[in-house]
């Protein structure tokens, strides 16, 4: 799953290149110099949390950002939510197979054509479809189980 940010709210460093997604902002802190980090986190501010809050709609990865208090943690806290979002890209993967279903459009490309009318409500009911989706196989499964040692 790929979290982009609408066009034109992508994040600008100084060298003038961007990053519109989660990956590319941890990639560009990752190689930056420490003191262009040190330009955009400070005591009374912190730009990459700003953006991520803002540009995609991440109030906890932002709170988790702002309480980081060096650039080691603050990759950690972003890896943490890319290997998330990974994770939840291979269930949503696996419970669509599971369930018969052929998933024609990718993530990617779901959080593509969203654009700027992502919000939080929907990202909540996305979870809660997967939810749903998943407790369905494992009904299945669990109902599978049951039955054959019944028998």
Known sequence: MVMQAPIGQEFVFRDGSNAQTLNALYENIQTMPLDEFQAFVTETKNDFA???DHALGEKLLAERLR???NR???LLKIREKLDELKAQENL???????AGTKTTTTTEEVNKNAGTTRTRRALIVKELIIG????LVLGFFLDRIIITLIH
Do not use: K, M, R
């Open 72 to 74: 080691e943690v603050t």
């Open 132 to 135: 749903i989706i998943l407790g």
């Open 50 to 52: 700003s953006w991520v």
């Open 67 to 69: 309480a980081a208090p």
């Open 92 to 98: 949503y993967s696996i419970a669509s197979t599971q």
